[in-house]
């Protein structure tokens, strides 16, 4: 049996360029995961119904899962790690431990990167604006209430926390 193809690709993954190998169908969240070992990102649903595996693909939310790993090459790919760390939160990560808004925190990564991608472009979203920009993304603990007030918290104190804390 002939061996599927491959492909060479290299992604700017949290501000570093990385260079691996992938057959053509091969999505963003394979890649990401099994050979580049960003397991902060997510495989829930697989399929695009639920958001845990939210990236950031030119500061644009996408899914991974259902994103080609050659869609992106060339471009630049921010996950959770590349906005903040343990020892330096990003704003809205603290305002989601604040509001009580993780709970078994399978969700957050995704959550937390789709409401930076809002913040970005709307930096002061209405209520109805964080619900619209957070509806790709699904929590089965926290009841949403906790997530939108946290990232409302952030909304208000405006975009210099999240745009100037942006790594
Ligand atoms: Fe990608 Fe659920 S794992 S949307
Ligand atoms: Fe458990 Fe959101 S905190 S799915």
């Known amino acids: 049996m002939r ?10 993954i949290n501000g570093q360029w990385r260079e691996t190998a992938v057959k053509a169908g091969e999505t963003l969240l394979h890649t990401l995961r099994e050979k580049l070992g960003q397991t902060e990102v997510k495989e829930g649903c ?7 595996c939210t990236v950031l693909l030119d500061g644009k939310a996408v899914n991974a899962c259902l994103t080609l790993t050659l869609q992106a090459a060339g471009q630049e790919v921010t996950t959770l790690k590349g906005i903040g760390t343990p020892q330096k939160p990003h704003p809205l990560q603290e305002s989601f431990v604040k509001h009580g808004a993780i709970q078994c925190g399978f969700c957050t990564a995704g959550m937390i990167l789709a409401a930076k991608a809002l913040l970005d472009r709307t930096p002061h979203p209405s209520r109805e604006e964080i619900r619209e ?3 790709g993304n699904l929590c089965r603990c926290t009841g949403y ?3 939108i007030r946290a990232i409302e918290a952030i909304a208000v104190q405006g975009s210099r926390f999240h ?4 790594r």
């Open 46 to 52: 697989g399929k695009g119904d639920c958001g845990a």
């Open 163 to 166: 745009k100037n804390r942006s």
């Open 3 to 12: 061996k599927a193809r491959t492909y060479p690709v290299r992604i700017k």
């Open 133 to 135: 920009g957070i509806s």
């Open 145 to 147: 209430q906790k997530i």
